[in-house]
């Protein structure tokens, strides 16, 4: 499988979120349950995504001890791991590898809290040891 299709999609990147929102393994069922309701994923959809993100690696399942027919399954691939391989993704998709031009255009879509801009100054600082 190509890297780029080793990466959750749209949709399986919301079965992800689920399980890292509440920190522990889940049914396929509660998975379903736990979604927004505004995604509109039925329990099936939401085994298939969970089937394709066990190819991919992105989740582990254990058979439950009392019913062989129910897997519990949780993330083996956590948030921030998986944000930097999408983000990289994207930069190379769409800005041909350019991270500057990435975050230029991301940064002029909208205003920036004095939080956030402490947090940019320290990641330039960052990068400037780094040289």
Request: neutral net charge.
């Amino acid at each position: 499988m190509p890297k780029e299709e080793m990466l959750p999609s749209e949709s399986e990147w919301m079965i992800m979120e689920t399980l890292w929102r509440c920190g522990h393994d889940l049914t396929s069922a509660e998975i379903a349950d736990a979604l927004p309701k505004s995604s509109k994923m039925n329990q099936r959809m939401v085994r298939v995504l969970i089937n394709r993100l066990c190819k991919k690696g992105m989740l582990t399942y254990t058979v439950d001890p009392d019913d062989a027919r129910v897997y519990h399954y949780s993330a083996a691939r956590g948030r921030q791991e998986c944000q930097k391989a999408k983000s990289s993704a994207f930069v190379e998709n769409y800005f041909e590898g350019n991270r500057l031009s990435a975050a230029f255009t991301l940064l002029e879509g909208g205003k920036l809290s004095a939080e956030q801009i402490k947090e940019l100054e320290d990641i330039l600082k960052k990068a400037r040891k780094d040289i």
